[in-house]
């Protein structure tokens, strides 16, 4: 999933805490969940790590549903 299904799902409390874990912000994530930016590939692994493997490592990078 990426970062708008993650949101919309879980909830922006939860993608906070997600955010936090893996080094970033909320401001971050919600660019991320928007469009306007891409993680690095480091930056998306922690995601994806953070998550429990809720986020998916492509739809992070390419910012498409797989």
Partial sequence: ?????????????????????????????????AGFRRPSVKLAQRLVDASGGELGFVELLTNEVA
Avoid: C, H, P, W
């Avoid at 999933?1 to 919600?30: C, L, P, Q, W």
């Fill in 1 to 33: 999933m990426n970062a708008r299904e993650y949101i919309d799902k879980y909830g922006k409390e939860k993608a906070e805490a997600v955010a936090k874990a893996a080094g970033t912000n909320m401001a971050y994530f919600s660019q991320l969940a």
